[in-house]
């Protein structure tokens, strides 16, 4: 059985994937989300990711995730893993996304 695996991309190929559609999940708390966040992003915090990713039928479904810094995206992608996603992407911070696109 193939075991998924976590890709942690920089911001050009993040932009691929994002004018590709792939859904994109914001894992900062609501607040942050309201302070500022991708266009089209989806708003889980990482301490509901567990509860949200248990509703989702697909879980072929490609997903791509940001936060501040990385560094909860990455357990955000981790904790996917662990629940049977299969390609789930690390896009890092928002600022890095932010300054790449201008």
């Not at 932009?15 to 859904?23: F, K, R, S, T, V």
């Not at 889980?44 to 879980?59: F, G, M, N, R, Y």
């Not at 909860?72 to 600022?95: I, P, T, Y």
Request: charged fraction near 15%.
């Amino acid at each position: 059985m193939e075991q998924p695996q976590v890709k942690c991309l920089d911001a050009a190929a993040s932009w691929q994937l994002i004018d590709q559609g792939i859904p994109v999940i914001d894992v900062r708390s609501a607040a942050e989300f309201a302070a500022g966040h991708l266009q089209g992003a989806t708003n889980v915090p990482l301490d509901s990711l567990s509860q949200w990713a248990q509703q989702q039928a697909d879980k072929q479904q490609a997903l791509l995730l940001y936060c501040g810094a990385g560094i909860r995206a990455q357990k955000g992608c981790d904790l996917l893993c662990e629940q049977g996603f299969m390609a789930v992407s690390n896009a890092g911070a928002l600022k890095d996304l932010l300054s790449h696109r201008g």
